[in-house]
């Protein structure tokens, strides 16, 4: 751990190995305790550090940290963290981060607040130079946050902040609540802030971007519940410096209850009021105390959710907006056809009145249904929705199966048979309203494309003719050895781009292999051999030839009688020599 009392430093830094739990610090130096001067999930100065887990506090243990992030890096991106921050106290000024670098990228981060945790800073879902995008941080309980609370963060020039989300439904922010920020040039998008509880002390803030043509726009702020905002002005987009190019268009403000108390709203071209079923006549869904202010292109949406119609009459009114002034020239949308409200400023120009032009509990409702479209599904929170004002919240999410391959478009969702409108699509979310029919909605999941190649080496033998074209997401391609002259195929691997075995099974009759399942780039790589040399046989007896037989004849053959005459010849040539012999012998005696 890293922290100091004035004369002793302390540090802890996790190795991203498991979660890093910090639950109380007890050390002391003289007497006082120490103040761990920052806490880590992950840290280093070249590098990517991502997919760190930290969890500071619990429900007895109350350490004092200055500064806590779930990832950190100076040279890289700080992606897939999450910071929880559950009791205790954070005392610098810029305090908690999910993920912060200097370049590169801080996405997809979160950061909890909740319980009894304090903080007299700042809290960033992701903070980054260039990118600070699908962040999310949330305040719950009683936890309490002394500065700006930030989504996304991204500061330098033409950087991106989009898809970042803050949720309040508890405690309390002294400070700004902002969506998403971009530096000049830059982009705040498709940001949303929601407030169902707790209090935020100044301003709301969609997306903001500074001087420079930067932009602000498709973001939402939702209002629900009870909160405490009276002394906060509503901003669809914002700007901080001397010029921007758009902090209006498509940023929109939902107000989903009645009593709500702001300090102003601003920079909204989209407002959708969905009634309480508890309003009565002569109710108020939103008092500003300032001003209310928004682009001349502004429209609005009256209506109700599902089935939840309020005690309204024809002819009754109630107040969407009382403000001092109120500068808006009001559009109606397929919301608010003629047939259910008009909607118009009063005689004081302070007041924004809808006016219901029938008895609302005397429209019929009409059933909505999701469906399944390929690589996901389309629900919706209310299965029957009043005719004309009846909203429902119609989410697609990705099946199981393709969560991790496949990309939604927001604007791809439709109504594929009645009659209806979507509105305010944020995310994988859109409002259906308008229905005057039983109604389906779906979506088109884009599933992700990867490529399947040949790896077999050269000289191995054979190869692999795999699809030329790229596959999507979980598909089930088939690649064809194709052996050389004198080899044979015997099977075949596959492996990722991130090093991972692919599923992979083999005919080697047909020589076919399968991939189950692809789910990144994929190489495949052929095995062949050449043909096995025929098995040696035993040596087989041969067969053994008849002897042929000694034959004796009586009738000497010519060859027999040369033999003896030739014996004859020899023997009367040495007959002269034997009788010298045997006459010197008897001539001895």
Not at 61 to 88: C, D, M, V, W
Request: with cysteine; proline share 5%.
């Amino acid at each position: 751990m890293e922290g100091y009392n004035g004369n002793r430093f302390y540090r802890y830094v996790g190795d991203g190995s498991g979660d890093v739990i910090i639950e109380s610090e007890n050390d002391t130096y003289g007497g006082n305790p120490v103040t761990l001067q920052g806490v880590f999930g992950g840290r280093q100065e070249t590098g990517d550090v991502e997919n760190r887990t930290i969890i500071i506090g619990d429900a007895t243990h109350a350490p004092n940290i200055r500064e806590a992030y779930g990832g950190k890096t100076a040279n890289g991106s700080a992606n897939n963290n999450t910071l929880t921050f559950q009791n205790g106290r954070i005392t610098g000024a810029y305090s908690i981060y999910g993920g912060t670098c200097l370049t590169g990228s801080a996405d997809h981060n979160t950061v909890t607040i909740t319980g009894n945790a304090k903080t007299d800073g700042q809290v960033f879902g992701g903070s980054c130079g260039s990118s600070a995008s699908w962040n999310s941080v949330n305040i719950e309980g009683s936890a309490e946050v002394g500065g700006n609370v930030w989504g996304g963060s991204s500061e330098h020039r033409g950087s991106v902040a989009e898809h970042n989300t803050v949720t309040i439904s508890g405690g309390s922010v002294k400070g700004d609540v902002i969506g998403g920020a971009s530096g000049g040039n830059g982009k705040a998008t498709h940001n949303t802030v929601t407030i169902s509880g707790g209090s935020v002390g100044k301003n709301v803030i969609g997306g903001q971007t500074t001087d420079s043509y930067g932009k602000a726009i498709n973001n939402t702020v939702r209002i629900s519940g009870t909160p405490t905002l009276s002394s906060a002005t509503l901003y669809g987009g914002r700007w901080d410096g001397f010029f921007c190019n758009d902090i209006s268009t498509g940023n929109t403000l939902e107000i989903l209850n009645s009593g709500i108390s702001v300090a102003g709203v601003e920079n909204f071209e989209k407002l959708a009021f969905t009634l309480p079923a508890t309003i009565t006549k002569g109710g108020t869904m939103l008092t500003a105390s300032g001003s209310v202010v928004f682009p001349a292109s502004a429209t609005i949406s009256v209506m109700v959710a599902g089935t939840q119609v309020p005690a309204l009459n024809a002819g009754d009114e109630i107040t969407l907006i009382e403000a001092a002034p109120l500068a808006i020239t009001p559009t109606l949308t397929p919301a608010t056809a003629a047939s259910y409200f008009t909607v118009d400023k009063d005689s004081t120009g302070k007041k924004l009145i809808a006016t219901a032009l029938t008895d609302l509990a005397a429209l019929p409702a009409h059933a909505v249904y999701g469906s399944t479209p390929q690589g996901g599904e389309v629900t919706c929170d209310q299965p029957k929705v009043t005719e004309g004002i009846g909203a429902t919240t119609c989410t697609a999410t990705a099946s199981a199966i393709a969560a991790a391959g496949a990309t939604f478009d927001p604007d791809s969702m439709t109504v594929s048979s009645g009659t209806g409108t979507l509105i305010n699509c944020r995310e994988n979310t859109c409002t259906l309203t308008g229905v005057t029919s039983e109604v389906t909605v779906t979506a088109t999941f884009t599933l992700n494309e990867y490529s399947v190649s040949d790896a077999t080496p050269t000289g191995a033998g054979g190869t692999m003719d795999c699809p030329s074209a790229k596959v999507t997401y979980f598909d089930t391609p088939t690649c064809t050895a194709q052996p050389d002259t004198g080899y044979i195929f015997t099977g075949a691997t596959a492996t990722y781009a991130n090093g991972s075995n692919a599923n992979i099974s083999c005919d080697t009759d047909t020589k076919k292999c399968t991939l189950t399942g692809v789910l990144d780039d994929v190489t495949v790589t052929g095995v062949f051999s050449p043909p096995a040399p025929p098995t040696p046989q035993p040596p087989q007896p041969q067969p053994q030839q008849p002897r042929q037989p000694y034959v004796i004849s009586n009738t000497p053959t010519m060859g027999e009688l040369g033999l003896l005459l030739s014996g004859l010849a020899l023997a009367g040539a040495a007959a002269p020599a034997l009788r010298q012999r045997e006459r010197k012998a008897r001539k001895h005696d």
